[in-house]
Structures are given as structure tokens and as C-alpha cells.
């Protein structure tokens, strides 16, 4: 049966022509883009993986960045360090000669005392963008300061470390977590300490041997539980002071103290006392040396010819003496300081030694993990192109095709059109 009212070849053909200009504009919108799923709409769940893998691509764009200052900061530290070691090998071939009788120790002192102070230069020039990790002598603050947070305590709770963002940790429920690479800082400062004020370290104290006869021997132990409340679980806080004193009768009249850097522990400051004892002894021309008893320890042989009686006290507050705070007081004009000095340029350099091959260390794994960074990004990007990329070649193809569909559309619409014409021969 004709009809002049409905045309069902005409509707037929209108559908058709209508998807195939569907399809038609979404192809080109493809090439246009270059995206087969350019929003929420053409495929939700492949375009909300593209977005989430994009800000991944994004943030470690940012810390591909942080891994670069990062290995920057550090590698100014480096070269310093290896620096202040040559010139502390060439201060350890001056002592050395300082040993011989006939020769000018005032001289060599003067020439040790310049290169004393090129090394203080080279610490104070080593920042980079402000950080300067060979510099680490926090102190000065009150536990009162330091609870609080607020005034010259503020900030100062430290790790002795500095971290550099290194990734971002994605698992399999969406949580992301940052993760870090640590440096530990290495204090070649050569500054002297300065003893605090301040007594109130909670449950802090050193117990003394007491009386020391000659020839005998007596342990001086860093004592005390120092994790209270008041101190956030801090078993030591910078600006801690340690002393040891009663050696006078032995020829050491001044006090043996160590005023805690960031990040120390009891036992670092055991060693800082060790160092600092024998290294007066030699000075003072005395039989007497200090050596570690177990982690925390200090014990003390007596064969000075006196008998001494120790004591022990504990301040906070102060500020901590550089890593290289010895080299100040070497002195090779007399006989007893050269010595004193031999026996200390050796622990002073291997200080040096120590942070060097410490930054090396952190900054090959800075930059291999910069290497993978950059390698990521890489394959989170291909990833992503292979979910949202347009694939061209078959895009062109489609588009040619679908321009033939057209026009045959067009054709087969304008045939279906024209058949109610026929119905008037029928009245003819």
C-alpha cells in the first residue's frame, strides 16, 4: 500500500542518514582532538583511570623537580666536605712535621691556623637556596620553648636529616602516601660550643665514679631516661649540655663538656666526651684516658700519678660546638700540643671523610631515583595515550568511509522522497 502521509522508505532512510552523520562527527571530533575519549561521556570508566593516572603524572612532574633541588643541595654539600677533607690531610701532614724537634712550630701553627679558617669559610659558603647541610648546631632553647613550640625553641626538634620527596605511593584502594629520600647533615662547623644556663632536662644526669685513685679505673655513665612527656618522646634535644669535671688534680682544670647537636644520642655524646678527654690529657702532658663502656658510657683510667674525683652535671640551652670544634684548639707550638694535636686530626678527618662518602651515597640515590622518576612519567604517559589516543590511521580511514555513507544516505533519502511523486500518474 502507497501513502502521501507516511513515507516509511523516507523515515528508513533518514535514520540511516542520521547515525552515519552521528558517527561522522564523532570521528572528526576524534581527529580534532586526537582523543578517542575526550570526556566522561564517550567512555566513564576509561576517562576516570586517564584523569587519576594524569595527576599521578603531574605530581611527579613536581617531584621530579624536588629530587633536582634536592640533589643540587646536596651536591654542593659533597664537594665541600671533599673540600674541608684535602685540607684536613694537608693539616695532618703539617702536625705530622710539627713532631721533629728542629723545626718552627710557631710557623707551622700559623700556617694550620689558615687553613683552620679556609675550612670555616668553605662550611659557611656550602648552602644551597639557604640549606646548608654542613652546618647542624641547633640549640639555645628551654624545654618550656620547645613544649610549646613558640620563641627561640621553635623548629628545633630535629632529625639531623633533611628529606627530599621522592615518590608518591599509590596501592590498590587509591590511598597515596609521599615517601622521602634522607641525608644526614654532617656538622664540619669548627665553632666552639656554648654551655647553657638551664638545669631542667627531666630525669637527666650523669652519676659520677666518684674517687678515681691512681692507676685504677672508674666508669662515668650518661644516665637517666630522658623520653618524659615534656619532651615528645626526645630522648635528647640540641642545646643539651653533659659535663665532666673533678680532673683537676690530674692537670685537666677546665671542665670536659658536649653540648648535644640535632639529632645525637646519648651515645654520640658519650664518644664527644671520649674525644674531648683524651684530647686534653694529651694536651696536658697527663696519663689519663677515656674510652666508650657500653653505649653510654665513659670510663676513665686514671695513671696521672693523682688521684682524682669525678663529677657530673647536665644543662640545657646552650649551643652545640661544630663537628670539627677540636681543630680550634690544636695548637703545635709546644711539644704536648703537637702531640695532643696528631692525636685528633686523625678522628677529625675521618668526620670528614664520613660525611663526604655519606652525601655521596644520598646523591647517587637521589639521582638513580630521578632516572626512574623521569622513566615513569614516560610509561604513565604511554599508558594513557593508549586508553584516550585517537588511533589515526583508522580514524581517516572511517572518515572516508562514512563521507561515502553520507552522500549515499543523502541519495537514498532524496529516492525515498520522490516516491509519492509516482502516485500521481495513478490520477492521470
Do not use: C, H
Not at 120 to 147: D, E, H, K, M, Y
Not at 313 to 320: D, I, K, L, N, W
Not at 387 to 398: H, K, P, Q, T, Y
Amino acid at each position: 500500500m502507497s501513502s502521501i502521509l507516511t513515507n516509511t522508505s523516507a523515515m528508513v532512510a533518514l535514520q540511516t542518514l542520521k547515525g552515519i552523520n552521528t558517527n561522522l562527527a564523532k570521528t572528526q571530533q576524534e581527529i580534532s582532538t586526537g582523543k578517542s575519549v575526550a570526556n566522561a561521556k564517550d567512555n566513564a570508566a576509561i576517562w576516570a583511570i586517564s584523569k587519576v593516572m594524569e595527576s599521578d603524572v603531574k605530581g611527579f612532574r613536581g617531584i621530579s623537580d624536588s629530587l633536582s633541588l634536592g640533589s643540587s643541595t646536596i651536591a654542593v654539600a659533597r664537594s665541600a666536605s671533599e673540600q674541608i677533607t684535602d685540607l684536613l690531610t694537608e693539616i695532618k701532614g703539617k702536625i705530622v712535621a710539627s713532631q721533629e724537634e728542629n723545626v718552627d712550630r710557631d710557623k707551622i701553627q700559623s700556617d694550620i691556623v689558615a687553613l683552620r679558617d679556609q675550612i670555616g669559610s668553605i662550611v659557611g659558603a656550602a648552602q644551597f637556596n639557604g640549606l646548608n647541610l654542613l652546618s647542624n648546631r641547633q640549640g639555645g632553647a628551654t624545654v618550656a620553648q620547645i613544649v610549646g613550640n613558640t620563641g627561640a625553641g621553635a623548629g628545633i626538634l630535629g632529625s639531623g636529616s633533611v628529606s627530599v620527596l621522592a615518590s608518591l605511593d599509590r596501592d590498590s584502594n587509591g590511598n597515596v602516601k609521599a615517601s622521602s629520600i634522607s641525608a644526614v647533615k654532617g656538622d664540619l662547623g669548627t665553632q666552639a660550643l656554648s654551655w647553657g644556663a638551664g638545669t631542667d632536662i627531666a630525669g637527666a644526669a650523669i652519676t659520677a665514679a666518684g674517687a678515681i685513685a691512681n692507676g685504677a679505673s672508674g666508669t662515668t655513665a650518661i644516665l637517666g631516661d630522658i623520653a618524659t612527656a615534656a619532651r615528645a618522646g626526645n630522648r635528647v634535644i640540641a642545646g643539651d649540655g653533659y659535663s665532666i669535671g673533678g680532673l683537676a688534680a690530674a692537670g685537666i682544670t677546665a671542665d670536659i663538656r658536649y653540648v648535644a647537636r640535632d639529632g645525637d644520642t646519648l651515645g654520640d655524646i658519650a664518644r664527644g666526651l671520649v674525644e674531648r678527654i683524651n684530647f686534653e690529657a694529651e694536651k696536658a702532658g697527663i696519663s689519663i684516658s677515656a674510652s666508650l663502656d657500653g653505649s653510654a658510657g665513659v670510663s676513665i683510667t686514671n695513671n696521672s700519678g693523682a688521684g682524682i674525683t669525678v663529677t657530673g652535671a647536665v644543662s640545657t640551652g646552650g649551643r652545640a660546638g661544630g663537628g670539627l670544634a677540636l681543630l680550634g684548639e690544636i695548637d703545635v707550638s709546644s711539644e704536648t700540643g703537637s702531640r695532643a694535636a696528631l692525636a685528633a686530626i686523625e678522628g677529625l678527618t675521618q668526620a670528614a671523610v664520613q660525611a663526604a662518602s655519606d652525601f655521596g651515597t644520598a646523591q647517587k640515590r637521589i639521582d638513580i631515583q630521578k632516572d626512574f622518576v623521569g622513566n615513569l612519567v614516560d610509561s604513565l604517559r604511554a599508558g594513557i595515550g593508549s586508553l584516550v589516543d585517537a588511533d589515526m590511521e583508522e580514524a581517516s580511514a572511517r572518515l572516508q568511509a562514512l563521507q561515502v555513507q553520507q552522500q549515499l544516505g543523502i541519495q537514498a533519502l532524496s529516492i525515498a522522497n520522490q516516491a509519492p511523486q509516482n502516485i500521481l500518474a495513478l490520477f492521470r
